[in-house]
Nanobody
Framework: QVQLVESGGGLVQPGGSLSLSCAATGVTFVIYTMGWYRQAPGKQRELVATIASSGNTNYANSVKGRFTISRDNAKNTVYLQMNSLSPEDTAVYFC?????????WGQGTQVTVSS
């Protein structure tokens, strides 16, 4: 059974940095695409960034130049380094990974940017 286990997140002041990680377990092959979505209170879940096993990345315009997604294919683990955080980045961040015919989600981790 595929599971995505997230870690990281928390409370940070505006301008600060946080990092998230997400490890996929129960998979015996390299997952092609992994990524992160986020959902702020009262808003729809939105794409933050994705990364393919080749290393190709895709970012939402709102995080370009501030967030960096990376991965370790051998561990099926994806990372999100978040810099220059602003209150608008406050949300629950979800790791996701399409595997075969299903899309799996992590449990979500809260990121709060506040002074």
């Amino acid at each position: 059974q595929v599971q995505l286990v997230e870690s990281g997140g928390g409370l940070v002041q505006p301008g600060g940095s946080l990092s998230l990680s997400c490890a996929a377990t129960g998979v015996t092959f390299v997952i092609y695409t992994m990524g992160w979505y986020r959902q702020a209170p009262g808003k729809q879940r939105e794409l933050v960034a994705t990364i393919a096993s080749s290393g190709n990345t895709n970012y939402a315009n709102s995080v370009k130049g501030r967030f960096t997604i990376s991965r370790d294919n051998a561990k099926n683990t994806v990372y999100l380094q978040m810099n220059s955080l602003s209150p608008e980045d406050t949300a629950v961040y979800f790791c996701y990974a399409p595997v075969v015919s299903r899309t799996y989600w992590g449990q979500g981790t809260q990121v709060t940017v506040s002074s």
